[in-house]
Each structure stands twice: as structure tokens, then as C-alpha cells.
């Protein structure tokens, strides 16, 4: 029945739209890849941005439920709300893509599992850029299946804000508490803007007792960024984030026996980054930026002298990147330097360094095709020096359809949990492992006309020296290695179509679609893996908008299937009321028809969850 009635929603959507001569509204931003700012119609890469209003429809109030309506992408949580959830793409693993804040690169060199835990709230988010396949030639080390770009919003005026909501699923804590279920939440915030200067102040706070036993969490936020604009050729951005998340860790990372486990984790962000017009041809763009992140790990939440994990790690940064205009076309340069450092009692003292170096020369070989070609050079204290370059390439057909090929190359360095980590019998690092090296080739289209929009691609990718944790047998601890060699071949699509109904009706519906097929070279098949086996197979994700004066509804579906769990669809909805512009009210309904389902091990994931929220935005 479900499958039925979204069926029919697609058909509906797409028999209204024939009847329509109304055209799409694309924003026209430039992406931020940190030497060459380019308009996202004019990008040579798989690229896809998701855009504050679209944020604003979807039933979510978390960065993690935002991805997990994007093609491609796969977000599997061990706690959802924010409490932990690793992000890949495209069947790599959780440590293969790079998430950016701002272009400024968040690094958990620790691990990435809390790479997600960032401080920016849902409302201080403008849009996010998701480029998909290995781009270390623009974005440098772990950008092998892809990046994530988080872009904060730039105020115009003086106001505040105010987000409150609660939540539940209606069903006891019989194990424990006897209490109902519920979450609940507030963000409030306030701008300030000057003839030259503007400021912004957030503050959030989320606090829940859970789903199921030991799942309870609080999440506590505070960020400020502050742009200045010093003359008309030199600019400042400067930010302060800080989040403190706590939370049960039920069967998080050594079922079943962890079951009274629980972690929190505090991470305090810095970033300083300026523009400089030179000339009119010249830019200069540096940035520094700092990470403190502090991991405390309680395998028995109530026996803190047992098993318990204290990890501190921070991280210092500087880039300096520079674009140059050609008579033919754009040069862009670049250095950057990483210092990570890590202080653990399961990982010990270690501390490395890195050094990388960039080049890109983009230009427009004919009126019809556009290159982009580059390399990044890179130095590490414990792998020396690597190369990694790649090009892309978009030929316009027509008009309205542009044909698209790039090949890149990039690689990942092992974190500190993957060379030192001593949980024994649990898990233990390897030193030996090597740097993981990725290899892609892709072609597409893109295709915009009016109310259509409509890309395809297909993709090869070789990962050499996959790093996995493997065993024999269960008497034996995970320890990482380097498994074979990952070869996946993939294709995904997408497309949206906009509908004006009549003066106070429209409609806007977005499909896409992607099938992966991973196999491991090379491999020892007796091992046991931990993440070789959850990729996705295939991923569909259907939304449909509409909007009548001062309510929306959309409705969003989801559905995935594993190659090592059985498919399932997840559906959500959100209806969302506007009073006189500035208040709105919401109800949210996620996991809408109750399935059963994991994103990780045997973690069950919350059934129907019913939210209740209301906004007031002065900003």
C-alpha cells in the first residue's frame, strides 16, 4: 500500500507539471572550493546544493536527518536525535568523506565517529554543498568518495529568533523508568548588523531519555560568527563553536555486552578566514583554524574505574589559497599545514604533521567546452610525500544540456584509532596500516529547461588499501588493515519538476536514485569485516512539496537496501503553518508507517516519532 501511494504521487506530480509553462527557480551560488568560486550551473562535477528554503520544508531539525534525503549519501546512526552517526558516500566508509564548515575542514583524527558533532544549528545553516567522487586535487587529504560543505548564512539586518518543540512516540520505558518517551528542545539566537560589520549569536539546547534502554541524551550548543567588511577589497570572517553532546550508548560499538555504556564528547571550534582583492585580477584568501575535541568513553556508565576511555585531541591549521585571472581563463594556487596532536589513554601520546600544496588552472578551451585541471602535492610526517591530480571537463550539447566527464584521485590517512588503539580484548590498531588511495572516472549530464531539472552519472572507483577492522573468529579482537582493494561501479540520478498551480497553489516534487556495485580485490574472505558489508545497494528518495498561501506539507520517502540487511521504506511528513510572517507552527511525523528497521549492527533505530514545534524568526 505504501509503495502504491507514493507511485501514485510521482504520477500525479509529473501529469500536473505538463500542463505548466512555469520555470524552476535555481539559485545561482557559487561553490566553495577554496581557490576557484564557480557558479554551480557552471560546474564540471556531480555536484548537488540544498538550499535553506528546502531545509525549512523538510521534517527534520538535525544536520544528520538533512543528509539522509540526499542521493548518495548514506547516514547511519547509532543514536539518532544527534547523538552519533557516521556519513559516507557512495559505499565508501565513514572515514572517506570530508565535511567542511565554511570551507574550513573539520578533521577528526581521532576518529570519525564524532565528526558530525558540530556546533552550527539548523538555522544558522544557508545551504549545503554535497560533490560527490575523490577531489583531493581541490580539497586536499579524505576526500576520497566525496566532500560536505556546511555554508553558515550572512545576515542583512538586526533581529532574533526563537525555535521550541517536543516530541515523543508515545511508548513507555517498561525496562527501566516506566516513563513515557519524549525529546524536546529550544534554539534561540539574535543578529546584529552594522554598516560594516555584522554579528550572530545561537544558543540550543536538546535533551531526551531516549527510545529504547540507556538511550537518553542532552546536546547542548553555542555559536557566533562575526563578518567585517574593512574596506571595500578586504574582508573578515571570524567564528566560536562549542557543543557538549552526551548520551547512552546501547550496542553502540560492542554489542551486547556494552549495554550500560554511555559517552560524551565536547568539541570547541575556531576560525579565522579573510578575502583580499588585490588587484582586479588577484585574490588571496587565508584561513587559520583550531579543533579541541575530548572523547569519555564509559563502557559501565556507573563504574567509571573500569574500562573507561579518555581521549584528547586537537588540531591546528592554516591555508593560504589565491585565484588569478587570465586573459584565458583562471589560475588557482594554494598551500595549507595540519598539526594533529592526540593525548589518550587507549591511544597513548602521538602527534604528526602535514603539509600540502595545490594547483588549478580552469578555462574555456572553445565557447562549448570547459576544463578544469589540477593536482595536489602533499606531505606527511609518517607517509612522506604523495601526489594526487585530476581534471573535469563539460561540453555544452544544446543549450539546455551539458555533457560532463572529470577523473580524479585522492587518499586518506589513517586515524590515530586506526595505527594506535589498544581496547583489548575489544579492539587494537594497526601501525602498519598505509594510507588508503582512491582512483574515479565519471561521466554525466546535466539537463535544465524551464520547470525541469533532470542529471545522470555513471561512475568507476578503485580504493586501494581499504582500510577495514577484521577478525577470524569471535574469540579474537577487531584490528584494522589494510582488506584489498574496493572496486565499485555506480550510476545515480535525479531530477525535480516545479509546479505553479494558480496564484496561491504550487507544487514541487524531486526524485533520484542510485545503485552501487562494491567488490572487494585482493581480500582475505575468511576475515570477518565491520564495514565492507553495509553498503547500500540501492537508494530511491521521493519529496513532494505543496503549498497553498501560508501552509506546506511534504512529504518525503526513503528506500534502501543493504547488501547486508533486508530493504525497507521509511516515510516522514511535515506540515508547517505561517501566522502573520514572522511566527510558524509545525507537526512533524518521521518513521510515518512504524517500520523496523537498523543503519548500524543490530541498533534498532526509533519507530513513529510525532513532533510539535513552533518558530518565531525576526532575522
Do not use: C
Amino acid at each position: 500500500m505504501k509503495k502504491i501511494s507514493i507511485l501514485f504521487v510521482l504520477i500525479s506530480s509529473f501529469g500536473l507539471a505538463q500542463n505548466t509553462n512555469d520555470t524552476i527557480a535555481i539559485d545561482e551560488v557559487s561553490v566553495i572550493n577554496n581557490r576557484l568560486n564557480t557558479k554551480i550551473s557552471n560546474e564540471n562535477r556531480n555536484i548537488y546544493v540544498i538550499s535553506k528554503s528546502e531545509i525549512k520544508k523538510l521534517p527534520v531539525k538535525i544536520l544528520q536527518e538533512i543528509l539522509q534525503y540526499t542521493s548518495g549519501v548514506d547516514v547511519r546512526q547509532r543514536g539518532p536525535f544527534g547523538s552519533q552517526a557516521d556519513i559516507s558516500m557512495d559505499g565508501g566508509s565513514f572515514e572517506q568523506t570530508l565535511i567542511l564548515l565554511n570551507g574550513v575542514k573539520i578533521v577528526d583524527h581521532q576518529t570519525a565517529h564524532n565528526t558530525l558533532n558540530l556546533p552550527v544549528p539548523l538555522e544558522m545553516i544557508e545551504r549545503i554543498e554535497i560533490v560527490r567522487g575523490p577531489a583531493a586535487r581541490v580539497y586536499g587529504n579524505n576526500s576520497l568518495t566525496g566532500v560536505v560543505n556546511i555554508v553558515t548564512k550572512k545576515i542583512q539586518k538586526t533581529g532574533v529568533f526563537a525555535h521550541s518543540y517536543f516530541g515523543s512516540n508515545f511508548k513507555k520505558d517498561e525496562e527501566e523508568t516506566g516513563d513515557t518517551f519524549t525529546n524536546k528542545g529550544f534554539q534561540i539566537g539574535g543578529s546584529l548588523s552594522k554598516e560594516n560589520q555584522q554579528h550572530q549569536l545561537h544558543l540550543s539546547h536538546e535533551k531526551g531519555n531516549g527510545y529504547r534502554y540507556n538511550t537518553a541524551y542532552e546536546n547542548n550548543k553555542i555559536y557566533y560568527q562575526g563578518n567585517f567588511q574593512l574596506n571595500e577589497n578586504n574582508s573578515l570572517e571570524a567564528a566560536y563553536g562549542y557543543v557538549k553532546n552526551g548520551f547512552g550508548a546501547n550496542g553502540f560499538y560492542a554489542a551486547p555486552g556494552d549495554k550500560n555504556s554511555k559517552e560524551i564528547v565536547e568539541t570547541t571550534l575556531v576560525t579565522i578566514q579573510s578575502k583580499h582583492q588585490v588587484s582586479n585580477n588577484f585574490t588571496v584568501l587565508p584561513r587559520v583554524s583550531y579543533r579541541y575535541n575530548f572523547d569519555d568513553y564509559r563502557y559501565f556508565k556507573n563504574d567509571l574505574n573500569r574500562a573507561r576511555s579518555l581521549h584528547y585531541s586537537n588540531s591546528i591549521a592554516g591555508e593560504i589559497n589565491a585565484n588569478y585571472l587570465l586573459n584565458k581563463g583562471q589560475l588557482g594556487l594554494g598551500a595549507e599545514y595540519r598539526n594533529e596532536q592526540i593525548n589518550s589513554t587507549s591511544i597513548k601520546q602521538h602527534t604528526r604533521n602535514n603539509f600540502g600544496f595545490y594547483a588549478e588552472y580552469k578555462t574555456d578551451i572553445t565557447p562549448k567546452l570547459n576544463t578544469n585541471i589540477g593536482t595536489y602535492l602533499n606531505y606527511n610526517s609518517n607517509y612522506g610525500w604523495q601526489i594526487f591530480p585530476g581534471i573535469d571537463a563539460s561540453y555544452t550539447l544544446i543549450p539546455n544540456l551539458k555533457l560532463v566527464a572529470n577523473a580524479g584521485t585522492s587518499q586518506r590517512i589513517p586515524s590515530f584509532t586506526d595505527l594506535y588503539l589498544d581496547q583489548r580484548p575489544g579492539n587494537i590498531g594497526n601501525e602498519k596500516v598505509e594510507v588508503e588511495k582512491a582512483f574515479q572516472t565519471e561521466i554525466g549530464f546535466k539537463f535544465l529547461k524551464g520547470k525541469w531539472s533532470f542529471d545522470a552519472y555513471y561512475f568507476y572507483r578503485n580504493i586501494t588499501n581499504f582500510i577495514d577492522w577484521i577478525r577470524l573468529t569471535t574469540d579474537e579482537p577487531w584490528q584494522a588493515n589494510n582488506y584489498g582493494d574496493l572496486r565499485t561501479v555506480g550510476f545515480n540520478s535525479k531530477a525535480s519538476v516545479l509546479v505553479p498551480i494558480n496564484s496561491n497553489q504550487r507544487l514541487k516534487m524531486g526524485v533520484s536514485y542510485s545503485y552501487l556495485d562494491p567488490k572487494f580485490i585482493n581480500s582475505a574472505e575468511e576475515y570477518n569485516s565491520k564495514y565492507k558489508i553495509e553498503s547500500l545497494k540501492h537508494q530511491f528518495i521521493a519529496t513532494i512539496n505543496y503549498e497553498m498561501n501560508n501552509t506546506s506539507i511534504t512529504f518525503a520517502n526513503r528506500y534502501y537496501t543493504r547488501y547486508s540487511y533486508k530493504s525497507y521504506w521509511i516515510s516522514d511528513i511535515r506540515i508547517n503553518h505561517i501566522i502573520k510572517d514572522k511566527f510558524s507552527v509545525y507537526v512533524d511525523a518521521q518513521n510515518l508507517f512504524n517500520t523496523v528497521y537498523n543503519e548500524v549492527g543490530a541498533i534498532p533505530m526509533p519507530g513513529r516519532w510525532i513532533s510539535f514545534g513552533v518558530r518565531f524568526n525576526g532575522i
